[in-house]
């Protein structure tokens, strides 16, 4: 591999246990993930797949004119 020749090794051993460790955790449902979203006030827009129903975000389009 032309990425493993051109880093060093101790790096690439480094990155292949912290991945396989990562992967391990996961499966054994040892760690998790969160994923926050951090928006100004008043933002209306909604993410894809969001559970808000398509009237509470006409509600707030007309509250934040």
């Not at 990425?3 to 992967?23: G, I, M, P």
């Not at 391990?24 to 951090?38: K, L, P, S, T």
């Not at 975000?57 to 934040?64: D, E, F, I, N, P």
């Amino acid at each position: 591999m032309k990425f493993v020749n051109s880093v060093d090794q101790r790096f690439v051993r480094t990155l292949d246990y912290y991945l396989a460790y990562s992967e391990a955790a996961f499966r054994e449902r040892h760690i998790g993930d969160v994923q926050i979203v951090m928006t100004k006030n008043n933002n209306v827009r909604r993410l894809p797949g969001d559970p808000a129903s398509a009237s509470s975000v006409r509600t707030l389009a007309g509250a934040a004119r």
